[in-house]
């Protein structure tokens, strides 16, 4: 028996292409667990330029090696991986397989790229730079006219709840990246009939309502306990270490 080291020396090649050649299904199977049989080791030696050049022809890396560790080098380029299947689109990387469902792109046609298609694929990656500095000052734009979520809230003194119930009412809308737009803020903050609502709506504490009414919070507990109001909500707060009321 022979095994995958013993092979990949006998054929002067690294382990891992004996390993690929199986993949692709150009070095058989091994003849039992331990390896292969002396004879199909002998068959295989007779065919090693074959067998390399079979490898080298299929051997495949997906986008993002492909990018950084063939193509960048090869043409000193800013490549990313979503360049790699823009160039295979043009007719200039062949897919020769896939793994995990992911397409690999043929080393050989990266190394071997024709000035003709080093040309394209720097039409491609300027292309990309100048899509991204468009996007880039689009979101700029936009952020200077608009406002995250707390921020926004925070602008026209609701709490962000508060706003995410009106844009669920369709009176203002959120935008890219979940940004407000100021113009819709400001529409909301001139809105009184709204904002009143949205006061009116505000839960507060008992010691705070006592506030609100300028009374004291035992004849607050007078009110509640006369059933001129009912808590919507009840909780307790931290009085010193130990004790504990009902706020």
Same mark, same amino acid.
């Given at each position: 028996? &022979?095994?995958? +080291?013993?092979? !990949?020396?006998? =054929? @002067?090649? $690294?382990?891992?292409?004996?390993?690929?050649? *199986?993949?692709?299904?150009?070095?058989?199977?091994?003849?039992?667990?331990?390896?292969?049989?002396?004879?199909?080791?002998?068959?295989?030696?007779?065919?090693?330029?074959?067998?390399?050049?079979?490898?080298?022809?299929?051997?495949?890396?997906?986008?993002?090696?492909?990018?950084?560790?063939?193509?960048?080098?090869?043409?000193?380029?800013?490549?990313?991986?979503?360049?790699?299947?823009?160039?295979?689109?043009?007719?200039?990387?062949?897919?020769?397989?896939?793994?995990?469902?992911?397409?690999?792109?043929?080393?050989?046609?990266?190394?071997?790229?024709?000035?003709?298609?080093?040309? &394209?694929?720097? +039409?491609?990656? !300027?292309?990309? =730079? @100048?899509? $991204?500095?468009?996007?880039?000052?689009?979101? *700029?734009?936009?952020?200077?006219?608009?406002?995250?979520?707390?921020?926004?809230?925070?602008?026209?003194?609701?709490?962000?709840?508060?706003?995410?119930?009106?844009?669920?009412?369709?009176?203002?809308?959120?935008?890219?990246?979940?940004?407000?737009?100021?113009?819709?803020?400001?529409?909301?903050?001139?809105?009184?009939?709204?904002?009143?609502?949205?006061?009116?709506?505000?839960?507060?504490?008992?010691?705070?309502?006592?506030?609100?009414?300028?009374?004291?919070?035992?004849?607050?507990?007078?009110?509640?306990?006369?059933?001129?109001?009912?808590?919507?909500?009840?909780?307790?707060?931290?009085?010193?270490?130990?004790?504990?009321?009902?706020?």
């Amino acid at each position: 028996m &022979v095994n995958r +080291g013993q092979l !990949a020396a006998e =054929l @002067e090649n $690294e382990p891992w292409m004996v390993t690929r050649g *199986q993949e692709l299904g150009i070095v058989p199977q091994r003849t039992c667990s331990k390896g292969w049989s002396r004879t199909v080791a002998d068959e295989l030696a007779g065919r090693v330029g074959e067998l390399r050049e079979a490898i080298a022809h299929r051997e495949g890396l997906g986008t993002r090696r492909m990018a950084e560790e063939v193509l960048a080098p090869a043409t000193d380029l800013a490549i990313v991986a979503g360049d790699v299947p823009e160039l295979a689109g043009r007719g200039f990387l062949r897919v020769v397989g896939e793994y995990s469902g992911h397409e690999l792109y043929s080393v050989r046609d990266a190394k071997t790229l024709s000035a003709a298609g080093k040309e &394209v694929l720097a +039409g491609i990656v !300027a292309e990309r =730079l @100048e899509r $991204e500095a468009r996007s880039s000052a689009q979101w *700029q734009a936009w952020c200077a006219v608009s406002l995250p979520p707390d921020e926004a809230a925070e602008h026209i003194g609701w709490t962000r709840g508060e706003l995410e119930k009106a844009a669920g009412e369709d009176r203002i809308t959120a935008g890219p990246g979940g940004r407000y737009p100021l113009e819709g803020l400001q529409v909301l903050a001139a809105d009184e009939v709204l904002c009143q609502r949205v006061a009116g709506d505000r839960l507060v504490r008992s010691d705070e309502a006592a506030g609100l009414l300028e009374i004291r919070p035992v004849d607050w507990k007078l009110v509640v306990s006369a059933g001129w109001i009912t808590p919507a909500t009840v909780g307790e707060a931290r009085v010193g270490r130990r004790r504990r009321i009902e706020a």
